[in-house]
């Protein structure tokens, strides 16, 4: 089973139809045993970075998405999951989980239309096996108007152009986040997510 997270918030019925569509059994929970128990763990998002962290930590679900990526548990975090994975968000100074060093930014280019919301493409810059096979001319939805900068560069794992290059998939040990939606990008979007319910969370590692 993939537990999608209840964070009281997010995109979560978008994935749930997306998996159920793949074929998959999911189940959205705020429930921590359904969450460590699962086979796979997914964070979606919409909404910001210093709400959600309020919530996860009320809940004590702060803790147990810690617990899940300590167990090697595969985890998924999508969009604003993509940033609450990190040390700190731009986004109210917020204090994140840090599963991965760095901060969510805030695109600053006045000449940019923000949040950024539309149709790009993404270029891998190293292997991971939930992107193998993806064609490179393939196109994925964002809308954001932060996005997520690791210290590492070893911890991103693709990036994507607009105004500025941003990583827009970043990755570390048993955890891939990415910053557009694959459950609303079509084929492609499809394909990431089946290697997703796929990928037994090891990697190799550079």
Not at 151 to 168: L, P
Not at 188 to 194: E, F, N, S, T
């Amino acid at each position: 089973m993939i537990a999608i997270i209840d964070y009281r918030a997010g995109n979560l019925r978008s994935v749930e139809r997306a998996l159920a569509h793949l074929g998959e059994t999911c189940r959205i929970t705020d429930r921590p045993l359904e969450i460590l128990s699962a086979e796979r763990v997914i964070f979606p998002g919409v909404g910001a970075a210093g709400a959600a962290m309020d919530i996860l930590r009320s809940t004590g679900l702060d803790g147990v998405i810690r617990e899940v990526v300590g167990q090697g548990t595969p985890f998924l975090g999508i969009c604003l999951g993509a940033q609450i994975i990190l040390e700190k968000s731009d986004e109210g100074d917020a204090a994140c989980l840090g599963l991965i060093d760095g901060a969510a930014k805030k695109f600053t280019d006045m000449n940019l239309k923000i949040p950024h919301m539309g149709w790009n493409t993404i270029l891998p810059v190293r292997s991971h096996p939930v992107l193998a096979g993806i064609d490179e001319r393939a196109q994925f939805y964002f809308v954001h108007s932060y996005y997520p900068e690791p210290q590492r560069r070893q911890d991103v794992v693709a990036s994507t152009d607009y105004g500025r290059t941003f990583a827009s998939v970043i990755g570390k040990g048993n955890i891939i986040a990415m910053q557009f939606h694959p459950e609303k990008s079509g084929r492609h979007g499809l394909a990431i997510l089946k290697k997703f319910c796929e990928w037994d969370g090891s990697i190799v590692r550079c």
